[in-house]
């Protein structure tokens, strides 16, 4: 029965010297100098020769695992632990982390091929690097505009951290706004966006990226009627469409530009002693003009694709938040922790258990509105602490109180996760977060209970109510 033998180069020399040892080809002292083994050896081959052929001159090891090799359970356990806390690591660095940390011990490339089998790593051969092929620019002015948040230090060390919202065209790659902003919020996209609509007019579509703004999967983030965000309904209503890239580099005139403001704009705010976003803001026009005049470009086609505004566009009516209610049987709804109570008024007593829209301005107006009906109405604002009377020091009840007034007064007390973020917005009416300002109180930082009762006024305080606890039975 023939079958397949697989043997290395050093088992084929034993085999040919074997053969000619049983040819008497070859004595087993000669056998020796040429093989580099003992005669004892060589006469263990013979026997295994002789019994099993040239298959018993194949090493018994093949195929099977090493007797020093790690178990599976620690194996597992390694990986288990990479998986857990080192799933962005190197083999090197976990590696290391796993002696520092966990006391450990395994070879780096033992735990690259671990790691690699796992899935966990790909070796930078194996790591293909996407291809992005250049897109042409788009022909018209105003075809394509690309927008997009730059966070850095605009003012360096002389003023905080924001964001530039930058608007650039596509065909031409001018720059057509640009607004310092807290961060890249709704309120300030609305801000920047209806500058820029009064300025050139609607394009026929923005490109962006999938910051939260532009495209959410967040329930709480879209709007409940269309299914968009603020800013894609916003752009609904105004008819422009709005096109999230996939990538950066798809969207790399914006980013490219993003490169170049960092650069010079960072020198001309620091040349002209520029530290706030208001003055930042103010000068915004005359750089775009001058980096328009030294970077744009002429399009192809020489037709501008701005559109101006509808008769029936209204900018504020759009550009704000709005989210659907329903008023209640007396006639209240709540928005962000906030009762709204309507007028009775004549139009507002049929609207029981009906839908309105609240619609949040980004100069922190706010209305409710059915139809095309503004309803009157007045509020009061939940988070705002009750005021509490004077304090009679005579009893000891009133001092517990009065330490249950200040704990409640130091709580961190914060508008609803899901309501917008106002960093953006100005004068509006969510602006204070607890009522301690409001009604007389001295806000405390947050203390844990254990924290404010160690504290040494809180002991004494509760000392001396002791005391006069006897005297009061």
Not at 302 to 309: F, I, S
């Amino acid at each position: 029965m023939s079958c397949l033998i697989t043997m290395s180069q050093k088992e084929l020399n034993r085999l040919d010297a074997i053969q000619k040892i049983r040819d008497r080809r070859l004595t087993v002292v000669q056998a020796t100098a040429l093989l580099d083994l003992s005669r004892s050896h060589i006469h263990r081959l013979l026997q295994a020769f002789d019994k099993f052929g040239a298959a018993g001159l194949v090493s018994g090891k093949r195929g099977h695992p090493s007797n020093r090799r790690y178990s599976e359970d620690f194996r597992n356990t390694v990986l288990d632990l990479i998986r857990a806390y080192y799933r962005d690591f190197g083999p090197t660095l976990a590696c290391e982390k796993l002696v520092e940390l966990h006391q450990l011990s395994v070879s780096k490339e033992t735990l690259r091929q671990w790691m690699t089998a796992a899935g966990i790593w790909i070796s930078r051969r194996e790591r293909k690097k996407r291809v992005f092929q250049p897109r042409g620019r788009r022909d018209c002015f105003g075809e394509l505009v690309q927008i997009d948040g730059s966070h850095h230090w605009w003012f360096e060390g002389r003023g905080p951290k924001c964001a530039l919202l930058v608007y650039i065209d596509d065909a031409t790659g001018k720059l057509l706004h640009l607004r310092f902003a807290g961060s890249e919020n709704t309120f300030d996209y609305f801000h920047a966006t209806k500058a820029y609509l009064e300025l050139w007019g609607k394009p026929l579509a923005f490109y962006s990226d999938k910051h939260g703004v532009f495209r959410s999967t967040h329930g709480s983030e879209k709007d409940r009627t269309s299914g968009l965000t603020q800013f894609g309904r916003a752009l609904y209503e105004l008819n422009i469409d709005i096109i999230c890239a996939n990538t950066p580099q798809a969207k790399g005139r914006v980013e490219r530009a993003n490169r170049t403001l960092q650069d010079r704009l960072v020198k001309e705010l620091r040349l002209r002693g520029i530290d706030t976003m208001e003055a930042a803001n103010a000068y915004a026009p005359e750089f775009i003009a001058d980096f328009n005049a030294r970077f744009g470009k002429l399009p192809r086609n020489p037709k501008d694709m701005h559109r101006p505004l509808a008769a029936h566009e209204n900018l504020d009516g759009a550009l704000c938040r709005k989210e659907v209610r329903t008023l209640s049987q007396s006639l209240t709804l709540r928005y962000d922790k906030v009762l709204f109570i309507l007028e009775p008024t004549e139009i507002a007593k049929r609207l029981a258990r009906q839908k309105v829209i609240v619609c949040d301005y980004p100069d922190g107006r706010l209305e409710i509105m059915h139809g095309t009906d503004t309803l009157p109405y007045r509020t009061f604002d939940k988070l705002r602490s009750v005021h509490r009377s004077p304090v009679v020091e005579n009893k000891r009840l009133d001092d517990m109180l009065a330490l249950v007034a200040e704990m409640q007064a130091g709580r961190e007390q914060q508008r609803s996760k899901s309501g917008p973020r106002r960093t953006g917005q100005t004068n509006h009416m969510f602006g204070v977060r607890d009522g301690s300002t409001a009604n007389g109180y001295q806000k405390r930082e947050r203390k844990s209970r254990t924290a404010y009762m160690n504290d040494p006024a809180v002991i004494a305080r509760r000392e001396q109510a002791l005391l006069r606890q006897p005297a009061q039975e």
